[in-house]
Structures are given as structure tokens and as C-alpha cells.
T-cell receptor, first 114, second 111 residues
């Protein structure tokens, strides 16, 4: 058990809809990362937050947004969903703070767009 | 320059064999190289990581070899077991930056 909790485990919705994925980091971790895992693109970094502030941005679409709350949990919002957004979405957390610290992953949310 | 190239795509070994997975990178600013193991239905789990000032690191049956001049690093699994059957990902990052993952290697270890 990595200590990172993601909910829900599975999400099935339709094109055009909006969903919110939630992540609770490990106790004491200040950084949260979001990754997308698809068969054709592999594991792709989306966005990182550190202590409530956006720290780094990767291949995140404009239809996607994220935030980290004062209690350090994070949410990834996906809107105007397309078939191609079907993927596994992982959250990872680390101590953060500007040095390399191991990132620990949750078990992901599987998003299926019908 | 941000890519990490991983090979092979899949690997089949018998129990006790030593599977070797290779990764190569271009960005010399990368300073952290972790390996992750992923089982079906689970998130990637950190196995072992190395920094470029070290040429080899061992943790149990897992060894990372690092060649800074060639910009390559590899994972060796000693005395492999059926329970090691999983997908393995190498990754690289610069300081606290995002992880750039390789494409993964699916390992099957047969009894």
C-alpha cells in the first residue's frame, strides 16, 4: 500500500461530460503529481502541485484542470470529454520541496468514455 | 530530448534467469533515474533509483547499472521468480521536475 488514495476506482461516462478525480497524498507529502496512462501514449505527466501551488505542467489539455486544496488533497477535473480521454489516471505524491524525492503512486482511476 | 527509450518491449525468462531491461536518455540535465514495477490493476511502485554519481546500486535482487558517458542505465533482476512477472518502467527526471517514463517492458517469468 503506497499510502496514496485515489477515488473513484472506475468511472464510466459519456462524451461531452465532466468528471472530477480525487487524490489524497501520503501523510506528510506536499507534492502531488497527475499522470495519464494510455496504451498508445504510455505514462504521461500532466501536472504537479506543491503545497497548493502549481509547480510544473506537462502534456495537459486545456479541457483539463487541477487544484490542490489546503488539506493537500488534489482534484483533477476533466471536461468536454472525448473518446480519446479514456485512460488510467494516476496520482503520485512526494515530500517535494525542490529536491528529488521518490514519487509514490496510487492505484489509479480508470476512466471509460462511451 | 525529453524522451527515455526503453527496450525490450517484452521479455520472457525462466525462473532463476537474469532479465535485463535497458533505457537510454538524451537530456544530460536528468539527475534522478528510478525504476517502477507495475502489476495489473495497480499503480507503479518504486523499485529502486539511482543518481548519476553512482555507477551501480543494488537492492535485494534488483540492480541498476548506470553509464553516464553512454547516457544509458539498465535494470537486472537476479534469480528471477514468477512473482516478478510485471511491467517495468524506467524513468528520468531533473531535480523535482516531472518524471519522464520509458514505454515499459512486460516481463514474464515462467516456473
Amino acid at each position: 500500500d503506497s499510502g496514496v488514495t485515489q477515488t473513484p476506482k472506475h468511472l464510466i461516462t459519456a462524451t461531452g461530460q465532466r468528471v472530477t478525480l480525487r487524490c489524497s497524498p501520503r501523510s506528510g507529502d506536499l507534492s502531488v503529481y497527475w499522470y495519464q496512462q494510455s496504451l498508445d501514449q504510455g505514462l504521461q505527466f500532466l501536472i504537479q502541485y506543491y503545497n497548493g501551488e502549481e509547480r510544473a505542467k506537462g502534456n495537459i489539455l486545456e479541457r483539463f484542470s487541477a487544484q490542490q486544496f489546503p488539506d493537500l488533497h488534489s482534484e483533477l477535473n476533466l471536461s468536454s470529454l472525448e473518446l480519446g480521454d479514456s485512460a488510467l489516471y494516476f496520482c503520485a505524491s512526494s515530500v517535494g520541496g525542490g529536491v528529488n524525492q521518490p514519487q509514490h503512486f496510487g492505484d489509479g482511476t480508470r476512466l471509460s468514455i462511451l | 530530448q525529453q524522451q527515455v527509450k526503453q527496450s525490450p518491449q517484452s521479455l520472457i525468462v525462466q525462473k532463476g534467469g537474469i532479465p535485463i531491461i535497458n533505457c537510454a536518455y538524451e537530456n544530460t540535465a536528468f539527475d534522478y533515474f528510478p525504476w517502477y514495477q507495475q502489476f495489473p490493476g495497480k499503480g507503479p511502485a518504486l523499485l529502486i533509483a539511482i543518481r548519476p554519481d553512482v555507477s551501480e546500486k543494488k537492492e535485494g535482487r534488483f540492480t541498476i547499472s548506470f553509464n553516464k558517458s553512454a547516457k544509458q542505465f539498465s535494470l537486472h533482476i537476479m534469480d528471477s521468480q514468477p512473482g516478478d512477472s510485471a511491467t517495468y518502467f524506467c524513468a528520468a527526471s531533473k531535480s523535482a521536475d516531472k518524471l519522464i517514463f520509458g514505454t515499459g517492458t512486460r516481463l514474464q517469468v515462467f516456473p
